[in-house]
């Protein structure tokens, strides 16, 4: 091929990717979270989020409630308490790493902050837009309960969402769960490996009628144990592919 026609098609191509760039709609910009302190506590919203208006109460705690994030870094600082909207009450949690970056747990998922301000008054931003990655730990944690729910003698398939911490079996919430605790330190429903797990049920159960995803999928007679040993393989290459994280609403690189 001819130089020239190298740089027709060089010139060719920028043109399209810059018209593909701003045919893209932009990223929406964070909410603005600010908070009155009362007491030890700081009550505040973000705004509308998660097709409500929550309201945070968070105050400084010695230590997270909801398991590490991530085992190479740590937070300087957390905040623990509630996020309360119509639907009721719920915990959640601020971690604060380096630069004023952190991450915000909710009931809704776990997402990033940044500018993080404690003085006079605590404030940050918050990208609800996309929900945290799922990170070494998270891919542990469905390695463990793939391991957990191994054979139909430990498998529960009566699941009430209830996790005794001295069972002998398990349903696919709970040996998610139990594969938090070891792995994390303590369980949240809405870790991004369970998140993940959530997004192949959904899937995979398309016009079902299910009122609890992971219960409902373990629940039905339908599902087979392949198909459990199949969705935890399934989470393992889904939360590595960056094209699977986008479509289905998580970040696609760390937080920080």
């Not at 719920?90 to 009931?107: H, N, S």
């Amino acid at each position: 091929m001819r130089a020239s026609t190298i740089l027709s098609c060089l010139g060719g191509c920028l043109i399209l990717a810059g018209a593909a760039a701003q045919s893209a709609p932009p990223p929406p910009a964070p909410s603005h979270c600010v908070f009155q302190q009362t007491g030890t506590a700081s009550s505040g919203t973000c705004g509308p989020l998660f097709d409500e208006n929550p309201v945070f109460t968070l105050a400084p705690a010695a230590a997270g409630t909801q398991g590490v994030w991530r085992s190479d870094i740590h937070p300087s600082a957390v905040w623990a308490g509630s996020l309360s909207d119509d639907d009721g009450k719920f915990p959640a949690e601020l971690d604060v790493y380096d630069a004023g970056r952190g991450i915000l747990r909710t009931e809704y998922g776990w997402f990033a902050v940044s500018h993080v301000e404690t003085s006079p008054s605590l404030r940050f931003e918050l990208d609800a837009s996309r929900e945290i990655m799922p990170g070494t730990l998270d891919g542990k944690i469905i390695e463990r309960a793939a391991a957990l729910l191994s054979s139909t003698a430990v498998w529960n398939r009566a699941d009430n969402r209830v996790c005794p911490p001295n069972a002998t079996n398990w349903s696919i919430y709970c040996a998610l769960q139990k594969a938090t605790i070891e792995v994390a330190g303590a369980a949240d429903h809405r870790r991004p490996a369970m998140e993940a797990v959530r997004q192949i049920v959904d899937e995979r159960s398309a016009g079902r009628t299910y009122n609890h995803r992971l219960m409902d999928y373990n629940n039905d007679a339908s599902t087979t144990l392949s198909d459990v040993a199949s969705l935890f393989r399934e989470a393992t290459m889904d939360m590595k592919d960056p094209q699977w994280l986008a479509k289905h609403g998580f970040a696609t690189s760390p937080a920080f």
